[in-house]
């Protein structure tokens, strides 16, 4: 069967997280194989997202924290700040139109972070959709 947009992002979500986490502890992970561990069949969307969110990671944090107010990205928690990344990089990379990537970011938010990451996500998107198009 398969997996819709939304939960195809949720995929990345984890992946971008596994990948996080192995980074912060020395143990560089492969991509690939986290990629792999994480979907049954090879999928374009999820290599896009998840390749585009690590080549400009730079990128997107620092666009994110232009738009965060005394805080930044890497203070909030890893499952938020990955889905913030990923709604930035189709934001700015993407076609997927502006509402689809605010409204998949809260929902992904409302599921694996609190109140306060999913308000500041929501504003900082709006933020760059504002701003920055």
């Given amino acids: 069967m398969a997996l819709t947009r939304s939960e195809l992002r949720e995929k990345c979500m984890i ?27 090879e999928n374009d969307f999820v290599k896009e997202i998840v390749y585009g969110v690590i080549t400009h ?8 924290n232009k738009y965060m107010k005394n805080w930044t990205i890497d203070r909030i928690d890893k499952t938020g700040a ?15 139109p502006s509402l689809v990537v605010i409204n ?9 972070s609190d109140e306060e990451v999913r308000k500041m996500i929501n504003a900082v998107l709006d933020k760059i959709i504002n701003e920055e198009e």
């Fill in 57 to 64: 990671f730079n990128e997107l944090d620092s666009l994110c």
């Fill in 104 to 112: 998949e970011a809260i929902e992904l938010a409302k599921k694996y």
């Fill in 15 to 41: 992946i971008l997280y596994q990948n996080d986490i192995l980074n912060k502890n020395k143990n560089d992970g492969d991509i690939d194989t986290i990629i792999k561990e994480n979907l049954d069949i």
């Fill in 82 to 96: 990955a889905i913030l990344r990923i709604a930035t990089y189709e934001l700015k990379y993407t076609d997927t």
